[in-house]
């Protein structure tokens, strides 16, 4: 049974504020953290933020103008699959799956930088590892990138190629212009933006009922007075 006490909390607009956000933010960090296990990732969705794979000619990869051209554009969004190395498809596009690993020998203020590009070559280093030889879609380059040898050793990277241990999954999907949101969020000033967006939603919501309220103490009560019948006589 509901108490007294519960039904009249219920009833506060500040209440109902609050389980409102508490909702969801469960609602999204349990849809995030349940396709990591679904999809068997830490990284389930990204956002493009460069043209490498796009093969538009003579035009800007911008996302917007050309979203359904192949292959991948800034501002996609991304789903990314966890994969066995061993069943990664390599090949020159479209046979090659699209993979996206860490970067090799990343950059220390960049430590978790993440690569998208196509698997155009696989082999299997006599560590037992995978390595694959990727290229961006819209290079001219033919023999594909040449990655710097990690500082971790040849487990990581070697010959120019990326081992399976920086690999982080596969491509499945892209749905064109939700990543330009992602990629807004990444901005130094779209933080102050969504959190100033956040105070006028939350005053506003606190602000309106308190007029309401005030306004309707303001009023005169109207007079309780039953209003007299009047008789008709029928002569």
Excluded at 161 to 184: E, N, Q
Aim: proline fraction near 5%; charged fraction near 20%.
């Amino acid at each position: 049974m509901v108490s007294d006490t519960t039904k009249r909390l219920w009833k506060k607009d500040y209440v109902q504020t609050a389980v409102m956000i508490i909702v969801i933010l469960v609602v999204v960090f349990g849809l995030w953290f349940g396709s990591q296990t679904v999809l068997g990732t830490q990284y389930p969705a990204l956002a493009v933020a460069s043209g490498s794979m796009c093969k538009v000619q003579f035009m800007s990869c911008d996302g917007w103008s050309h979203p359904f051209e192949r292959t991948l554009h800034t501002g996609d969004l991304i789903i990314i699959q966890g994969v066995n190395p061993n069943e990664v498809k390599s090949g020159q596009d479209p046979e090659g799956d699209i993979i996206v690993f860490h970067k090799p020998n990343a950059s220390p203020d960049f430590p978790d930088e993440l690569i998208v590009h196509r698997a155009i070559e696989k082999v299997t280093g006599d560590n037992g590892l995978v390595y694959f030889r990727t290229k961006g879609d819209g290079s001219s380059n033919s023999y594909g990138d040449i990655w710097n040898q990690d500082w971790r050793g040849t487990n990581y990277s070697s010959n120019g190629m990326v081992s399976d241990k920086l690999l982080v999954g596969k491509v499945v999907m892209r749905i064109p212009w939700i990543g330009h949101l992602a990629l807004f969020m990444r901005e130094s000033s779209a933080i102050y933006i969504v959190v100033i967006l956040i105070l006028i939603l939350v005053a506003i919501e606190f602000a309106v009922p308190m007029i309401r309220n005030r306004k309707a103490e303001s009023q005169p009560e109207e007079s309780q007075e039953t209003p007299s019948e009047t008789l008709y006589f029928i002569v």
